[in-house]
């Protein structure tokens, strides 16, 4: 197992907690407002959470699939760009969630 899987598995733990918050903060006010601007930055959440909880899935429970990305079958190379993918997406949502509860 190397070590871009592990920061992967963490990229993806984190995204998903904050997408639950700003998903939650969207709603609330979409619900008190209903504006479709709010309307349209939760169902981003949704759609983003939906992602990244898949992907966490993958990564942790799925027999067939974690196995695979545990084992040396995947490159470092691959590792690295979806590390990558992974914390960017990461560093966009703690920038959303510092603008949202500012």
């Known amino acids: 197992m190397s070590l871009w899987f592990d920061v992967a598995r963490v990229a993806v733990g984190v995204n998903v907690v904050l997408l639950l918050a700003l998903v939650w903060v969207w709603g609330r006010n979409y619900a008190q ?4 601007h709010a309307l349209g930055l939760a169902m981003f959440g949704v759609f983003l959470l939906g992602e990244n909880a898949f ?6 429970v799925d027999p067939m699939l974690s196995a695979w990305f545990a ?4 490159s470092p190379t691959a590792w690295r760009a979806m590390m990558a993918l992974h914390v960017l997406q990461t560093a966009g949502l703690i ?7 500012d």
């Open 71 to 74: 084992s040396e079958a995947v």
């Open 95 to 101: 920038f959303l969630v510092w603008i949202t509860w």
């Open 55 to 60: 992907a966490l899935y993958i990564y942790l």
């Open 33 to 36: 407002f209903r504006s479709k």
